[in-house]
């Protein structure tokens, strides 16, 4: 298994600019998220979804849009980029939703925002 | 989702175990400790959680006491490899939310 994959790795966009950033996994997982990391802090969570066609908002999601067509694939939208979304944004995936069940992350995509 | 406090930073001697302290008092019954780490801003990597019981796997070790309000994860030979920011996160029983804290640098030295 591939686990999750995450592309690109690095990304500069200029103020306005729209992306999307592409995260995968192999595992049959039902569960993805994702999180940003500014400098010197701990991860966010931004967006997640509990199954394909299911998403739902988490604790920074403003300036981002998400969709779960399939099961593996759980991209992040940046609609018209800002300074301010300069970051590492990290996606994870787990099987289940139960506090049980350990959450695996990508490698991470480096976006910087001029 | 309860809140944790780490130390900011520890040092180990390489080749000796590292204690890491989590102070969780606040967690509430069904609620599962967790054990990520982050090396040079790669993806955090699980470690290893726990409910009420004492867990421990190819990786590491986790001691709950038995009030819960505190556990310690143990690395029983660390290597310099194993420098990295370790979270303690307290996760609810459903939904697959972590929330991170700053952590503890863990610094191993030869």
């Known amino acids: 298994n591939a686990g999750v994959t995450q592309t690109p790795k690095f990304q500069v966009l200029k103020t306005g600019q729209s992306m999307t950033l592409q995260c995968a996994q192999d595992m049959n997982h039902e569960y993805m998220s994702w999180y940003r990391q500014d400098p010197g802090m701990g991860l966010r969570l931004i967006h997640y979804s509990v199954g394909a066609g299911i998403t739902d908002q988490g604790e920074v999601p403003n300036g981002y849009n998400v969709s779960r067509s399939t099961t593996e694939d759980f991209p992040l939208r940046l609609l018209s980029a800002a300074p301010s979304q300069t970051s590492v944004y990290f996606c994870?995936?787990?099987?289940?939703?139960?506090?049980?069940?350990?959450?695996?992350f990508g490698p991470g995509t480096r976006l910087t925002v001029l | 989702d309860a809140k944790t406090t780490q130390p900011t930073s520890m040092d180990c001697a390489e080749g000796r175990a590292a204690n890491l302290p989590c102070n969780h008092s606040?967690?509430?019954?069904?609620?599962?400790v967790y054990w990520y780490r982050q090396i040079h801003s790669q993806g955090p990597q699980y470690i290893i959680h726990g409910l009420k019981n004492n867990e421990t796997n190819e990786m590491a070790s986790l001691i709950i006491t038995e009030d819960r309000k505190s556990s310690t994860l143990i690395l029983p030979h660390a290597t310099l490899r194993d420098t990295a920011v370790y979270y303690c996160?307290?996760?609810?029983?459903?939904?697959?939310?972590?929330?991170f804290g700053a952590g503890t640098i863990l610094r191993v030295k030869s």
């Open positions: 996160i307290v996760r609810a029983a459903y939904g697959n939310k972590l929330v």
């Open positions: 994870a995936s787990s099987y289940t939703s139960s506090g049980s069940d350990e959450q695996f």
């Open positions: 606040t967690i509430s019954g069904n609620e599962y």
